[in-house]
């Protein structure tokens, strides 16, 4: 027996959370949550499960299915860069916060200073981050389908996209500076 929603009360839950996280963010934003909160490392694990969510669904299954075992080594390897993380990048925080440097572009131009360097980085990161874009749009979308029975569900997708990109207007494009925006961190 299966569960179907009706797309209104999908809108409505969809809402619901959108709208939570938006009060998470300017709560934080405002400093009304204790710093000893807000800089937790739970909060930087559980905001990996937004990475390795469409990933999971989409990507590890199909590939633990096709080889076995190997699929660990592309989680084996993700751990062991964040455990590195300390050692590795503390250069690089270093770097970005004394040149207030707020991108990889901004540290790519700054190191080979060239604006095109900049560009180049920019160009790449994009056409990296589409696909994963497009593949955690279509987990929604699909989810969407499953849950109302409905045949084409890509309206409700756009309105997610939109409602994505508001929340990253609001709460991620805001800060110029990267001391601005990790507040000492």
């Known amino acids: 027996m299966s569960m179907v929603y009706s797309v209104s009360d999908l809108i409505l839950i969809a809402g619901c959370y959108l709208l939570f996280l938006f009060a998470v963010a300017w709560i934080t934003e405002r400093g009304w949550l204790p710093a000893h909160w807000v800089r937790h490392p739970a909060v930087y694990v ?9 990933w999971a669904v ?3 299954v199909g590939y633990a299915y096709q080889y076995g075992y190997n699929f660990l080594s592309y989680f084996l390897g993700i751990s062991g860069v964040f455990l590195l993380a300390p ?35 920019t160009i790449i990161m994009l056409i990296g981050v589409l696909p994963l ?25 756009a309105g997610f996209c939109l409602m994505m990109v508001i929340f990253a207007i609001l709460f991620g494009a805001r800060h110029t500076t990267a ?3 990790t507040k000492g961190w």
């Open 133 to 157: 874009l497009a593949l955690q749009l279509k987990a929604v979308a699909e989810s969407i389908q499953i849950l109302s029975g409905t045949a084409d569900p890509r309206d409700l997708a």
């Open 87 to 121: 050692i590795l990048l503390a250069p690089i925080l270093r770097l970005t916060t004394t040149y207030q440097l707020s991108s990889l572009a901004d540290l790519f131009a700054f190191r080979y200073r060239s604006r095109l360097a900049g560009a180049m980085t």
């Open 179 to 181: 001391r601005k925006n």
């Open 58 to 60: 989409y990507g590890s």
């Open 46 to 54: 559980l905001s990996l499960g937004v990475y390795a969510s469409a």
